[in-house]
């Protein structure tokens, strides 16, 4: 097989600066709301983080938490007629992608940032041979011709472990299985040699057998090619073990965020901690996990006040149901950042409020 | 694939026989002597010459077969006048190719004006764009064929002269006469035919661009004109072509008005003339000409679909 990083690297536009030394990407109090008829949603409410280059962010968080509209948002891919009054900022590379129109944005996406979506049967065209949905990248962002494209094609589909790429090439999506298609959306995707990769829930709709081995072949090609990756699921586990940091999500917001290893040591937020102790639910389909605490996410037109998680916390005191804890750092890591007043390791909300509430003893 | 398109062929075959039984029933479905009814002042001799030719005095299933033999062979019986009469063979023979080309005109004009309508109204869906074309779809299906063409003669025939008014040009004489002589019969029944494509086109078109793939597409940063083009049209046009192979049926229907109106020599125009002169034996070769068409049409269209679509393709 060639080298195709190096082919491409020839190709590499002037958009992609590799005299920048920020963070590659870096998400500035991102807001993402949508018009309804029921009102606005506040999908994505006010979040940050960053990712350096080379790096992997985990976005963890309950079905209905945001992940899906902040990943979609990054690429401006938000139904623009919907959205009211987006703010934030979306520094990539140092450029802010927030304000850019659909024809700058087409510079960025898929060349510089790429997506793959949760179901490859639905994200894959149907009526389109699997070879020619990946030229289409190419020949757009690099200007490839026909032949050329193919036999990158070629060299992409070997590249995500297919066997026999030159007869893959001309097959349609449903030829294929469903860890086969998925392989194909991520050469879809790798095609143009982005720099960032936001994989939503990649490995949801696979079988428990294949997600490994498509979650073990975005890690190699991520540092073959020394690509971001935001991998985004709603189980803490397929995160878990992949991710240099984890941010998670509840109710549009970033609840906790910090190194993995020190999320999982060093649990503060009693939603990540729920979510931490959820077992794979056996009767229902793959992919569910039965949460350790009951209820759902709270509806994101008027969300609860006070702590968003509130209604659900096994924690919660008073105070957590009239006033939002902000986004702190924690006492022993300030690269670990949670919303909580009564954190896990610390007294509960109605301890801490008993024993603030009794008279102090006078020392006489 | 191939068993798909042989079982297929022998569908076809079974209908092709129902059609042309229907067709050469139609001459029993008159009332009293078809032969009297033909020629009703004509000579008893000839009266005589047509129950020979029909063979009217036996078996209708015999009489049926005798028939679909001769019909196959291309012998569709002879007009039955007062001084001899030519065989209908030779009228069909004339005037199908100019029927033929007014459908096609029609097909391709229809689609052609559809095509984009259906796709910007899609790209544009809920907007004054839309609104308008969606408008525009309502009137021209509102107004009958014959009319718009009454209309049309009246504004760019008679008063601009820009089309000839009637008759019809060989493409051999003069393709860009033909072509005049064509544009406004070949309008008058496209354009409630592209209203129907366009609604269609578009609300297929607005399914397919909410698809998990165009948002794919979109992400892998293709231009708005690529993504509508070379990934939503294909998975958008499936009911849009099946609709415009069926639709040739109702364009045969409208053609036979729109070729008298004009008067292009088809087989419209024909089965007019016949039908106006009790030619019964020619109106039944017509119809049964016309089914058979028809009937070719919707199978051509149903293998057409099948290499459109590789899930169908392969699901064989
Ligand atoms: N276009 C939209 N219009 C209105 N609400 C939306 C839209 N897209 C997503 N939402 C809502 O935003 C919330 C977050 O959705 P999503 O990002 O898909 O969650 P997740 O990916 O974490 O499961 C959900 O309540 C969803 O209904
Ligand atoms: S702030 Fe209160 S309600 Fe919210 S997570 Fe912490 S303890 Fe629970
Ligand atoms: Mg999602």
């Known amino acids: 097989m060639r080298n195709d990083a190096a082919a491409v690297g020839e190709l590499l536009d002037p958009v992609g600066r590799s005299d920048f030394d920020g963070p590659l990407l870096d998400v500035r109090d991102l807001t993402t709301h949508f018009q309804t008829p029921r009102g606005i949603v506040r999908a994505v409410d006010g979040v940050s983080f960053t990712l350096e280059a080379g790096r992997t962010l985990g976005i963890v968080g309950e079905s209905g938490s945001g992940k899906t509209v902040l990943s979609r948002s990054i690429l401006g891919l938000s139904p623009r007629r919907q959205l009211v009054d987006p703010q934030g900022q979306i520094l990539f590379e140092g450029r802010d992608l927030r304000p850019m129109d659909e024809h700058e944005l087409r510079e960025v996406r898929g060349r510089q940032i790429s997506m793959i979506f949760q179901d490859p049967m639905t994200a894959l065209n149907p009526v389109m041979k699997v070879g020619r949905q990946i030229m289409e990248s190419l020949r757009v962002h690099f200007d490839m011709s026909k032949a050329d494209a193919r036999e990158r094609a070629i060299d992409l589909l070997g590249q995500v472990g297919i066997p026999s790429p030159g007869v893959r090439v001309d097959e349609y999506p449903h030829q294929l299985s469903g860890g086969m298609r998925q392989r194909v959306m991520i050469a879809i995707a790798l095609s143009c040699e982005p720099k960032l990769l936001i994989a939503d829930e990649p490995t949801t709709a696979l079988d428990v057998t294949v997600q490994a081995q498509i979650l073990d072949l975005l890690g190699r090609l991520q540092s073959e090619r020394n690509m971001a990756v935001v991998l985004i699921s709603h189980d803490l586990e397929v995160v878990g073990g992949r991710a240099d940091d984890i941010a998670v999500m509840y109710a549009g917001r970033i609840v906790e965020m910090g190194p993995a290893a020190e999320l999982f040591k060093a649990t503060r937020m009693p939603y990540t901690d729920a979510l931490l102790r959820s077992v794979p639910n056996i009767e229902d389909p793959p992919h569910t996990r039965l949460l350790a605490i009951g209820g759902r996410p709270p509806d994101l037109v008027s969300p609860p006040p006070g702590c968003r998680f509130n209604p659900r916390c096994p924690r919660a005191g008073f105070r957590c149901g009239v006033q939002e804890p902000p986004l702190a750092p924690d006492d022993d890591n300030v690269h670990h950042i949670y919303r909580c007043w009564y954190p896990v390791g610390g007294p509960t909300g109605p301890e801490a409020e008993a024993a603030e509430a009794r008279p102090r003893r006078v020392e006489h | ?316």
Request: proline share 5%; with cysteine; charged share 15%.
């Open chain 2, 1 to 316: 694939m191939g068993a798909l398109i042989g079982k297929k062929v022998v569908q076809l075959a079974a209908v092709l026989l129902v059609v042309t039984f229907f067709s050469f029933l139609l001459i029993h479905l008159l009332p009293g002597d078809p032969a009297a009814t033909i020629i009703p002042l004509g000579t008893d001799a000839q009266r005589t010459q047509l129950r020979k030719d029909v063979g009217l005095d036996k078996p209708l299933v015999s009489q049926y077969t005798r028939w679909l033999g001769k019909f196959v062979r291309g012998d569709f019986g002879r007009y039955y006048r007062q001084f001899g009469g030519e065989p209908v063979r030779k009228r069909l023979s004339q005037a199908l190719p100019v029927s033929l080309q007014l459908l096609v005109y029609a097909e391709v004009l229809a689609l052609v004006i559809a095509i984009p309508l259906g796709i910007l109204a899609a790209y544009r869906a809920g907007t004054w764009v839309d609104r308008f074309l969606s408008t525009g779809a309502f009137a021209s299906l509102a107004i009958p064929d014959f009319v718009l063409a009454l209309v049309l003669i009246f504004y760019l025939g008679v008063k601009l002269k820009w089309f000839p008014v009637l008759g019809y040009v060989h493409f051999g004489q003069s393709p860009t006469e033909h072509f005049k002589s064509m544009f406004l019969p070949a309008f008058s029944l496209a354009l409630a035919q592209a209203a129907v494509y366009m609604r269609l086109l578009r609300s297929d078109m607005i399914a397919t661009l909410q698809e998990d793939y165009i948002l794919m597409a979109r992400s892998q940063g293709l231009p708005t004109w690529r993504i509508l083009l070379r990934h939503a049209l294909r998975p958008s046009s499936f009911s849009l072509l099946t609709v415009a192979g069926i639709s040739v049926g109702t364009l045969i229907g409208g053609a036979i008005v729109i070729e008298a109106i004009f008067t292009l020599p088809g087989v419209g125009l024909t089965i007019f003339q016949a039908i106006s002169e009790r030619q019964y034996i020619a109106v039944q070769a017509c119809v049964a000409v016309i089914g058979c068409g028809y009937v070719v049409v919707n199978f051509v269209v149903d293998l057409l679909y099948t290499a459109l679509d590789p899930r169908v393709r392969h699901a064989a």
